[in-house]
């Protein structure tokens, strides 16, 4: 039997969508463990038009929820499509099967999360091959270059909160095109001289402060203003009790970094959600002789 065991992940920011000095996007985000996907060769499901190499059909053994700001369709996507790819002894890089997919055209957090895991950071568009701001379901620009990647240190806390929004499609889509950036300058010195060290010296409340920032800034900013009363009065309490809370793409899903079992318990009891671990090593593939 083949197997494919994904991921989920995280979106702390996109970086520049101005596009002012010649590039677009920049995503930074976390590969997590939990909540993922796991699909196997089997006759549940016919494939999709869009997989890119024959299979006889497909099981979902795992699966989470779309449009909560976890990266469910690029998910999705790579592990159907390294799937067929194994299916058919075909080997190539992630970022071959996410042109394949169509996927990866505006943050390529999601394709290098599912290539490498742990912590990502790309390098964004050339305006060569993208020349306008656009969400990935509108967007043909291939995935871009991964510039930074550290194994991720700590546990991450998330949590969906009752009533929040699901913003996709051509909400996104108009969204991503009234956005005007003036900030991007900001936002990148957080990022590259704020969040980046901190992972890398494993210093958890440079990096928390840098999530905390980047809340009010860019393209974040604007994703928050879209999310529910709900959503941000989690935030408000849990910044009460002294834990910083940040927006995981548009949301709804919340998320902060976890320095101890005692914090855990406590996010938990008091909002409900779970603690998962990062995932360090990308998506697997597994062969079984069953």
């Known amino acids: 039997m083949l197997e ?51 299979i006889p ?7 989470y ?13 790579l592990a159907l499509a390294k799937l067929s790819a194994e299916y058919n002894f075909v080997r190539t890089s992630a970022v071959e099967l996410a042109k394949l997919v169509n996927r990866g055209g505006t943050s390529g957090v999601g ?21 306008e701001s656009l969400p990935s379901d509108y967007s043909t620009a291939p995935p871009p270059p991964l510039i930074a990647r550290f194994d991720f240190p700590w546990k991450v806390y ?7 929004r699901r913003v996709f499609g051509q909400e996104e889509l108009e969204t991503f095109r009234r956005f005007k950036q003036n900030d991007a300058g900001e936002v990148a010195r957080v ?17 928390l402060e840098a999530i905390r920032l980047l809340q009010n800034m860019g393209f974040k900013r604007l994703e928050w203003s879209l999310q529910t009363e709900e959503v941000r009065e989690v935030a408000r309490m849990a910044e ?4 910083v809370l940040g927006l995981s793409s548009f949301g709804p899903t919340l998320y902060t970094l976890v320095g101890s079992n005692k914090e855990g318990e406590e996010l938990i ?12 090593v990308g998506a697997r593939v597994i062969w079984r002789g069953d």
């Open 4 to 54: 494919v065991v994904g991921l989920s992940r995280i979106h702390i920011t996109l970086v520049d969508l101005s596009g002012d000095y010649g590039r677009l996007d920049g995503g930074v985000g976390i590969a997590l463990s939990r909540p993922r996907i796991r699909v196997r060769i089997g006759n549940c499901e016919k494939p999709p038009e869009w997989v890119p190499f024959p």
């Open 57 to 63: 059909g497909y099981c979902v053994m795992e699966d």
């Open 65 to 77: 929820e779309e449009h909560v700001g976890l990266g469910h369709t690029t998910q999705f996507r």
């Open 111 to 131: 394709v290098h999360a599912f290539d490498k895991g742990g912590f990502v950071v790309d390098g964004g568009h050339s305006k060569k091959v993208k020349p």
């Open 158 to 164: 998330i949590v969906n909160p009752r009533g929040g």
């Open 191 to 207: 990022v590259f001289m704020k969040l980046v060290p901190s992972v890398a010296e494993r210093d958890l409340e440079e990096a």
């Open 240 to 243: 009460r009790k002294g834990f």
């Open 269 to 280: 009891s008091t909002f409900g959600g779970e603690v998962v671990e990062p995932n360090n």
